[in-house]
Nanobody, 124 residues
Framework: QEQLVESGGGLVQPGGSLRLSCATS??????MGWFRQAPGKEREFVAL????????NYARSVKDRFTISRDDAKRTIYLQMNSLKAAHPAVYYC???????????????????WGQGTQVTVSS
């Protein structure tokens, strides 16, 4: 059974940092990434990474503050989030494709596998 399990969410003050992890099991995944969804809003792309980590893609709103990485030996991807801004709580979801695609597509429909999500709240 394929699984993606996120961890690392929580409450952090503005300007603080969090590191999210997504551990996978059950099969090999290819392009992977993070999306987030705030209450009442669409799920949006945050960051994506290719197999081996050679390519990444960031949403403009997080570029230079967030860093996505992956450890294929541990079958885990990470999202280091720095300089977090106060915002409505959001659930961060890990996503993965089950086949290789050369492009880091930012649309949700391109990702067949999803985790259950981990909540991140940035508040003082």
């Amino acid at each position: 059974q394929e699984q993606l399990v996120e961890s690392g969410g929580g409450l952090v003050q503005p300007g603080g940092s969090l590191r999210l992890s997504c551990a996978t099991s059950g099969r090999a995944f290819y392009n992977m990434g993070w999306f987030r969804q705030a209450p009442g809003k669409e799920r949006e792309f945050v960051a994506l990474i290719s197999p081996g980590g050679s390519s990444t893609n960031y949403a403009r709103s997080v570029k230079d503050r967030f860093t996505i990485s992956r450890d294929d030996a541990k079958r885990t991807i990470y999202l280091q989030m720095n300089s977090l801004k106060a915002a409505h709580p959001a659930v961060y979801y890990c996503a993965a494709t089950e086949s290789y695609s050369g492009d880091l597509v930012t649309t949700r429909s391109a990702y067949q596998h999803w985790g259950q999500g981990t909540q991140v709240t940035v508040s003082s």
